[in-house]
């Protein structure tokens, strides 16, 4: 796997740079990841990859965006709004969390 240095932390990625060792993440580096894609984290966004990293710890994969929306109790489009274009994608990205199963 190939590595990159992202907000000084050396990290194992994919082909996608997705981080291959969700547990080489931290808050500083998803804040870093979400920079890299035009986000600005808000407490909003913190809510959902909080989420994600729980619900991953507990399922042993990444939540779908119908998951997400479910679970929490969120519109889809605000997830959209929070995570524009592809928030599924965007949000497990953010989360330094492989994409979801089904997810392009």
Not at 1 to 21: C, K
Not at 65 to 80: A, C, D, E, Y
Request: glycine share 10%.
């Amino acid at each position: 796997m190939p590595t990159t240095t992202i907000a000084g932390h050396e990290v194992e990625v994919n082909e996608e740079g997705f981080l291959t060792q969700p547990s080489q993440w931290n808050e500083e580096l998803g804040a870093a990841l979400a920079g890299l894609i035009g986000i600005e984290l808000t407490d909003d966004h913190w809510k959902v990859i909080n989420f994600l990293r729980s619900d991953y710890e507990a399922q042993g994969e990444t939540a779908t965006l119908r998951r997400v929306s479910t679970q929490m109790g969120l519109p889809v489009k605000q997830l959209f709004t929070l995570f524009p274009g592809k928030p599924a994608k965007k949000m497990s990205y953010v989360s330094g969390l492989p994409k979801p199963k089904g997810c392009v």
